[in-house]
């Protein structure tokens, strides 16, 4: 048998769609078919194209753990943690209490007669088990999270009815159809993402964060024109003008989805984004590596903060800008005051502009 192991060496061009694709076709052998002999190589591929998906990687942990590779089920989730920050609050919460379920019995693997990686549905089921036997493989495939075997082996362990249900086989299949739905919930929307990167750039200035939680969003929701105007927006602020460019390129196909006038102030807004900035003065740190918070702690001089600032504000990173304005003039009068609250208001035209691209 081909061994698979996990994480894959070859990863590929991220390629959301096929990684869905991928992903969808092993949780219905999974969770539909019982083709468990078939399921890893799946999921490991869809990985490939998309390796930081929490979701898929909570999956994989579930499989793992079911074929007794319980280092590697720890890694996924362990991973799956890592990249949480692309879930939204309810699926950060449902991740945590899976994630404690399986850390908890992750060695809890009773035996089953043949493993349970080698299994077939179709095949398995044509074995004359005792019903003793089958209730014995029932209980360790409902323990592996294998509930469409263990739903079958339950009503098989009767001993006098084949016609017979079980409570136990029922609950078996409430549980498969519960861990479907997980996946499902575990998910957010689209627009959940955006609003999340959204409170990132525009409140609390932590541009370290913003990029992958953007290109997640898209993801679900490809062809959204604000999405991938303001995608584009930080990429010409992180100095990947191109892809900036390109991003602009793809909102322009789509604006048929605005309004006749988000359309119009997509075109104006459009022109500012295409105008590459200057990139000088140029910052002390990379500005795709910036947070604000910690950003206050490091003994910048009033040169690196003017610095900071002026480039802030030509990537229009306009919170950063104003936040380090008057670090960086080192005084302030009236007029001061007056350029530094004209950059707060910049930033917050700016998130306005995303809400009235939408309205009707």
């Not at 590779?69 to 309810?90: C, N, P, T, V, Y």
């Not at 044509?126 to 509930?147: C, D, G, P, Q, V």
């Not at 609250?341 to 809400?355: A, G, I, M, V």
Request: proline letters at 6%; aromatic letters at 12%.
């Amino acid at each position: 048998m081909t061994e698979f192991s996990f994480p894959p060496q070859d990863v590929k061009a991220v390629n959301p769609a096929e990684a869905r694709r991928l992903f969808e076709q092993a949780n219905h052998l999974w969770f539909e078919e019982g083709c468990y002999h078939l399921v890893l190589p799946l999921y490991l591929e869809a990985l490939k194209y998309d390796p930081t998906d929490p979701v898929m990687l909570y999956q994989l942990a579930v499989v793992l753990r079911a074929f007794e590779r319980f280092d590697e089920a720890a890694l996924a989730l362990e991973m799956a943690s890592l990249h949480q920050i692309l879930l939204g609050k309810i699926g950060r919460q449902l991740l945590e209490r899976r994630k404690k379920w399986l850390l908890k019995h992750l060695y809890h693997a009773p035996p089953l007669p043949i493993p349970a990686i080698e299994i077939d549905l179709k095949q398995f089921l044509s074995k004359s088990f005792h019903y003793n036997e089958w209730l014995e493989i029932a209980i360790a495939a409902s323990e592996r999270r294998m509930f469409l075997l263990a739903e079958i082996a339950y009503d098989r362990s009767l001993p006098f009815s084949k016609f017979q249900k079980t409570w136990e086989a029922e609950q078996a299949r409430r549980n498969n159809q519960s861990d479907i739905a997980i996946l499902n919930n575990l998910r957010p929307s689209a627009r959940q993402l955006f609003e999340k990167a959204n409170h990132f750039w525009f409140k609390e200035g932590r541009y370290h964060l913003v990029l992958p939680i953007y290109q997640e969003a898209l993801k679900y929701d490809p062809t959204d024109p604000v999405m991938l105007y303001q995608l584009a927006v930080v990429l010409r602020a992180f100095e990947r003008f191109d892809e900036a460019v390109q991003a602009l390129d793809t909102a322009s196909l789509h604006q048929n989805r605005l309004s006749e006038r988000g359309r119009n102030r997509f075109d104006m807004w459009k022109k500012n984004i295409l105008q590459p900035p200057s990139y000088t003065p140029t910052m002390p740190i990379p500005a795709w590596e910036i947070n604000l918070k910690e950003l206050y702690s490091m003994n910048f001089n009033s040169n690196n903060w003017w610095a900071i600032s002026a480039a802030a504000e030509d990537r229009r990173m306009f919170l950063l800008a104003y936040e380090t304005y008057l670090s960086g003039t080192g005084w302030y009068d009236s007029e001061i005051l007056k350029q530094e609250e004209e950059l707060r208001r910049e930033n917050e035209s700016d998130r306005s502009n995303l809400n009235y691209m939408r309205r009707d």
